[in-house]
C-alpha cells in the first residue's frame, strides 16, 4: 500500500471528499487526486496536518513507512492470508505475543555478543525477527481496536506518551510552534 492509497482509504472512511481533505492540509482538491492516484509525492508538513486531520491508523503506518524507509513502521496487512476482524487481530495479538516471551526468555544475551557462535547469533536473531511479529500484531491490534470502537490513534498515542513523561521515563518534548 501506498500513501495515496491509505490517504484514500482515509478520506473515503471519515466521508470526505477530496475539496475537504485538501483544506485539512492546505492543498487543493486536485492536489489530493494527484497524492491518491500516486502523481504527486506529498511533502511531511502536508502529509502530518492530514494524518492528524483524518486521524487514521492506516495512514499514520504508511507515513511511518514513507519518512524511515520501512523502519521501526509496521507494514499494513493485507494480504489474501489476513483476517482483521477485531477478534481474529486480538488472538493473533495473544498468539505472537506468547510466542515472542518464550523466544526472547530462551534467548542468551548473559555472554559478551564477541564470544557469541553462528548458534547463539542466530537465537538472538530469530528472538528479534519474532519480536516484530509481536510488533506487528500489536500494531494491527490498536488500529482495529481504534476504527472499530471510536477511539482517535492519536489520542491514545498522546495519553501514553504522557504517561511516560509523567513516570519519567521519556522527557517532555518542546512546544512546537503552530503553522497557522
Known sequence: MSIGQALREARERRGLTQEATGQAGYISGKMVSAIECGRRAVGPDVLERLATKL????????????????????PWLDGDGVDLHRT???AKTCEELQEAIKVVSAADV????????????QAIHDSMIQV?????AIDHYLAVMCEEYGFSILAVYQEHRQK??????IKPRPKRKSAL
Open 110 to 121: 548473559v555472554n559478551a555478543p564477541s564470544r557469541a557462535d553462528e548458534t547463539h547469533r
Open 164 to 169: 511516560l513523561e509523567s513516570r519519567g521515563y
Open 132 to 136: 516484530l511479529d509481536a510488533r506487528v
Open 88 to 90: 481474529s487481530v486480538w
Open 55 to 74: 486521524d487514521y491508523p492506516r495512514l499514520y503506518m504508511e507515513a511511518a513507512a514513507d519518512v524511515t524507509g520501512g523502519v521501526y513502521a509496521s
